[in-house]
RNA sequence: GCCGACGUAGCUCAGGGGUAGAGUGCUUCCUUGGUAAGGAAGAGGUCGUGGGUUCAAUUCCCAUCGUUGGCUCCA
């Protein structure tokens, strides 16, 4: 006999070589009804495989990510396995289970893939996985394994093989479809109730660009077909929160071809958003000891040079500017660094006087792919809220918790709750890709480390993700669709201050290098703008929005009251307007509501009469009438609750 | 940059080898209306751009630009 602790603690006895269903058939009828696979200590097994020793069980079922993994990496296969009957021949690369879903990277031969196909496909899989079919696992020889791809000619699971150990190689089978899989599976394909085939995309064999490029094709499954439903009527409610649907629907930001491809134009809305946005992040870093500067948005090619930017994007990058007689080049500036360096050296440096704090929303360009540039989210030119601080090496642990503070500070005024901190550290296998030593690289890491760790962050750690001259502490949100963005960035560097030989004199009167920190807690306006949009959904928090109110008279006999009150309201600050349209109210309550402005102020008779204006808020209806200075008091205690939390 | 899809009125989109259509917005007129769309009339498009096939191209083909889903990249 024996012992299965389950997840609660608890100890069962069974008898040697028990499978993780015969435990879960033990425990009820209905677990072992829904039941998909098993962590047996630290790995997930399929629940058909027997427990020879002591162990540590839990069951996993669709709520569990795990369980879901192993339920969508199995509908992977049955991806393929309709595939291969659909289109004899097909070859297949890899087919893993990913956040919402699964996908299966295919080499369809000359044959095309196209949305007319996904239906076909979608049901041969539900076909076949009424079948009911088992998936089941064998342990293959590699002689075995390579003579199998082989003989079907699959190149692509032969270059898989190469690269696994005999004696560690496994085959799935369900139907007549075998795969090579690591696995585990569900015990069969009749759990998979529902699929959906997303879309499909090019992928390079190995994520290399050197490399055949494959047809990825996208699916989803589910155990009920109502759980497909709602999760369509998820992607469709993500869909409306777009930053790129808002942005041109509440005349945020445009683009246009004339100006050039990955080229925001900030219209009046949107700058207002963004200028408050600024002026808030200003206020903050005053309180924090920065100091504004600004600086040109070109710089000479030796700047760069220098800064080693220069050797590692010079070519990657837009092409130097040139001066018609002298035969200089300058560059748009990337990034304001080296700018900022040459502001640190303008004068002699005291230990006393770091750390030095230099602010600046700088407009940085960077030639980005083509197929790179998404919305507001991936532009060619942007705006960084950017900061450098140099300091001594004994204040880099204190600095980096300072700007982790107020991050925190600015996403909490924000409500960004969901958010990961990512720690980009160095490839070890690739440490060519970076300038400078192993020491310095050490130090910033491990100072990043015990910095995060400190101040308590839910840390991701990511190898090969630092900057070239140092390591970063990512802040990563997600937008509506899901995708993942790097919002705010603090980065450590020890590389930056030797190029540009930046000193300062220590009280031992001898001269030392500083340590420099960049940071944007936003990371770019114009990233954060979308970011924001999605999270929100457009329904800015008040203080923000770019029309905070919207005067609605009832007639145009009340017009002249509507432009007293108007004007009342601007003396304090609160923006808005009066819609002096010939329409109803009901026809302006409607506009202003889709608009998304989130107070209307409903000027008639009545109120003209009491100097009062019935207030309807955004999305919640009538709050009845108050004086125009009651509102005011009002509306600034709104503003208030939250910037002063 | 690579692969796929898309590009028709300001916006959202339908159409299709014989030089175009809806809704909405816009303009004008009527209406002066109390909490999510009042009525009528009118103006708006060399169908992204350049080639080719054809008696004829917005429609078919090629190229190009842009957008988009991914891949690769991201100081």
Redesign the pocket.
């Known amino acids: 006999m024996i012992d299965i602790t389950l997840p609660d603690g608890s100890v069962r006895q069974y008898e040697q070589g028990v499978t993780s269903f015969e435990v879960a058939q033990s425990i009820s009828e209905g677990l072992a009804r829904n039941v998909l696979a098993a962590k047996v200590n630290d790995t997930v097994w399929d629940l058909s495989r027997p427990i020879n020793e002591n162990a540590r069980v839990q069951l996993l079922t669709w709520n569990d990510d795990l369980g879901k993994n192993a339920f969508w990496h199995s509908s992977a296969h049955l991806l393929a396995e309709a595939l291969e009957e659909l289109y004899p021949g097909v070859k297949f690369g890899i087919g893993p289970p990913v956040e919402n879903g699964f996908y299966y990277d295919v080499d369809l031969g000359e044959r095309?893939f196209?949305q007319e196909d996904f239906a076909k496909v979608e049901q041969k899989m539900l076909e076949l996985a009424r079948n009911k079919n088992e998936f089941k696992r064998r342990e293959v020889s590699k002689a075995e394994a390579i003579e199998y791809f082989t003989q079907k000619g699959d190149e692509y699971k032969l270059d898989l093989i190469k690269d696994l150990a005999d004696g560690t190689i496994s085959f799935y089978e369900q139907g007549k479809f075998v795969d090579l899989c690591r696995g585990p599976h569900i015990p069969n394909t009749s759990h998979i109730k529902a699929a959906k085939i997303m879309?499909?995309?090019?992928?390079?064999w190995r994520?290399?660009?050197k490399n055949k490029?494959l047809?990825?094709i996208y699916g989803v499954t589910f155990p009920k077909q109502k759980e497909l439903t709602e999760h369509l009527q998820r992607l469709e409610e993500a869909k409306k929160r777009d930053h790129?649907k808002l942005g041109?629907e509440l005349e945020l930001f445009a683009?246009s071809?004339k100006v050039?491809?990955?080229l925001p134009l900030w219209l009046p809305k949107g700058t207002l958003l963004r200028e408050r946005l600024e002026q808030f992040m200003r206020k903050a870093q005053m309180r924090a000891g920065y100091q504004p500067v600004v600086t040109p948005h070109i710089g000479s090619k030796e700047l760069y040079v220098t800064s080693g930017?220069y050797e590692?994007?010079g070519a990657?990058?837009f092409q130097p500017i040139k001066t018609p007689n002298e035969g200089e080049e300058f560059f748009l500036k990337?990034?304001n660094?080296p700018h900022h360096c040459e502001i640190y050296k303008t004068r002699p440096r005291s230990y006393k006087e770091l750390p030095v704090r230099l602010a600046e929303f700088g407009t940085v360009y960077?030639?980005?792919?083509?197929?790179?540039?998404?919305?507001l989210t991936?532009v060619r030119g942007f705006t960084q809220d950017d900061a450098h601080i140099f300091c001594r090496p004994d204040q880099v642990k204190e600095e980096f918790i300072k700007v982790i503070d107020l991050v925190l500070y600015v996403f909490q005024a924000l409500g960004f709750e969901d958010y990961t901190a990512q720690i980009s550290l160095r490839d070890p296998e690739n440490k060519k890709k970076y300038i400078g030593g192993d020491e310095a690289w050490e130090k910033a890491e491990t100072a990043i480390i015990e910095a995060a760790e400190e101040k308590g962050l839910r840390t991701v750690t990511e190898l090969g993700e630092a900057?070239?001259y140092g390591p970063k502490l990512d802040f990563m949100v997600k937008d509506a669709?899901g995708?993942k963005w790097q919002l705010g960035t603090i980065q450590v560097d020890y590389q930056l201050p030797e190029r540009f030989q930046l000193e300062y004199i220590g009280a031992d009167n001898q001269r030392h290098r500083p340590v420099m920190i960049?940071r944007a807690p936003f990371g770019s306006l114009e990233r954060f703008v979308a970011v924001l949009i999605e999270h929100c959904g457009g329904n800015f928090p008040l203080w923000l929005s770019p029309d905070q109110f919207a005067i609605l008279p009832?007639?145009?006999?009340y017009q002249d009251f509507a432009q007293e009150v108007y004007e009342r309201l601007q003396q304090h600050d609160i923006r808005g307007f009066v819609d002096n349209?010939?329409?109803?109210?009901?026809?302006k309550?409607?506009d202003a509501?889709?608009q998304k402005v989130p107070y209307?102020l409903?000027?008639?008779?009545?109120?003209q009469e009491n100097g009062a204006v019935?207030v309807?808020k955004h999305?919640e209806?009538?709050l009845g009438?108050m004086s125009v200075e009651e509102y005011i008091s009002f509306f600034q205690g709104k503003v208030a609750e939250v910037l002063n939390k």
Do not use: W
């Open positions: 095309t196209s879309n499909v995309a090019g992928a390079y994520g290399d660009e490029q047809t990825r790129r041109k683009f071809e050039g491809m990955g930017h590692k994007y990657d990058s990337p990034m660094c960077r030639y980005e792919q083509s197929g790179e540039l998404h919305g991936r900057a070239f669709l995708r960049h009832i007639s145009e006999k349209r010939d329409e109803k109210i009901g026809r309550i409607r509501e889709v209307m409903i000027v008639g008779e009545k109120e019935s309807r999305g209806g009538d009438a």
